[in-house]
């Protein structure tokens, strides 16, 4: 393309939800809803386990930095979502989809990286519960969440960077909720193989690896479970894993969904509600599958309220 038919683009228009106009405000209030309660929540389970000491343990150190991931993750992409359903401009200039691109990356990839964390966690306590408290020491613990936000930092930042050196031309209309790394890279008019290169070598292994780790985990779980059978085994594994194992198949059975089983016609609206499934839907269950399924967060909560209710009468 000439450079004088190129036409150097400043922001970008996000399309977002296929919504009739007349079930604008339903799904308004809708996903209001669901993303005051997803920040709710997330905000009440990090709350509760910097308040009560029973809950400084390894594990709730994992899901206290898992509840921030998506916390921040959610408010990536909905307050845009939801001013764009308010307003007529469904503008995003260009530094702030960069931006945008940038934190869903970093998030993303946080969340991958500390259900694997999680995983190991609870492999060691019924593999090796006599152990763990070694196994699971202070040192360890925050090294692999200094070692999640570290690895999450470089690839986030390696593909804003290599985003940014690609030229968009007249062509800036995203049919999209939010800036998706695939969808600017459609839209770009100058050479996008490199990117495209480093999004297979990279991005595959980042989402690919850690998904292996956590099947890895439970594979061996469950044949030490099966070695000593017992109803009792049984349940106190189910007990103490449940709640993951139900985090791990909203967070990949969605990602699966969009990137490893894609539709036949390449159906944007498919990927834009699956996408919606694990950026908006996935954050907002996670406390509830905590607190509902976890007896440590039922007690913590009634530790917590109870000292409340005690000072409210001091």
Same mark, same amino acid.
């Given at each position: ?7 150097? %683009?400043?922001?970008?228009?996000? #399309?977002?939800?296929? %919504? ?9 209030? #809708?996903?209001? +809803?669901?993303? +005051? ?14 308040? &009560?000491?029973?809950?400084? $343990? ?39 989809? #960069? $931006? ?32 763990? !408290? $070694? @196994? ?5 613990? #925050? ?8 690895? $999450? ?17 007249? &062509? ?19 050479? +996008? ?20 780790? %956590? ?24 007990? !103490? ?23 036949? &016609? ?7 509600? @699956? ?13 509830? %599958? ?6 440590? @967060? ?17």
């Amino acid at each position: 393309m000439s450079g004088q038919n190129q036409t150097v %683009i400043s922001e970008f228009i996000l #399309l977002g939800l296929p %919504i009739e106009p007349e079930q604008q405000d339903l799904f308004y209030a #809708l996903f209001l +809803a669901m993303y +005051a309660t997803s920040v709710l929540g997330n905000f009440i389970i990090i709350v509760l386990i910097q308040l &009560d000491s029973h809950l400084h $343990t390894p594990m709730y150190l994992f899901l206290s930095n898992l509840s921030f991931s998506d916390l921040c993750f959610s408010s990536v992409t909905m307050p845009k979502l939801l001013q764009n359903m308010q307003s007529h401009d469904h503008s995003i200039p260009y530094a702030g989809c #960069l $931006t945008q691109m940038y934190f869903f990356l970093f998030f993303g990839d946080l969340e991958s990286f500390l259900l694997v964390a999680m995983a190991y966690d609870r492999y060691v306590a019924i593999c090796f519960p006599l152990h763990y !408290t $070694t @196994m699971m020491n202070p040192q360890l613990c #925050l090294s692999l969440v200094a070692l999640s936000w570290v690895l $999450t930092t470089f690839h986030a930042m390696l593909h804003t960077l290599l985003m940014a050196r690609l030229c968009f031309c007249a &062509d800036n209309v995203i049919p999209h909720y939010f800036c998706d790394m695939s969808v600017l890279l459609k839209l770009a008019c100058s050479d +996008a193989r490199v990117n495209e290169l480093v999004m297979f070598i990279v991005g595959g292994p980042i989402l690919v690896i850690p998904f292996l780790l %956590i099947i890895t985990s439970y594979v061996r779980i469950i044949s030490s479970i099966l070695k000593v059978p017992s109803s009792r085994g049984i349940r106190k594994a189910f007990s !103490t894993c449940g709640s993951h194992l139900s985090v791990v198949s909203l967070f990949y059975g969605t990602l699966i969904g969009i990137y490893l089983c894609p539709s036949a &016609d390449n159906s944007t609206i498919k990927e834009t509600v @699956m996408a919606m499934m694990y950026t908006v839907v996935t954050p907002m269950l996670n406390p509830f %599958i905590y607190s509902l399924r976890n007896r440590d @967060m039922k007690g913590a909560m009634g530790r917590v309220f109870g000292k409340i209710k005690i000072l409210s009468f001091l």
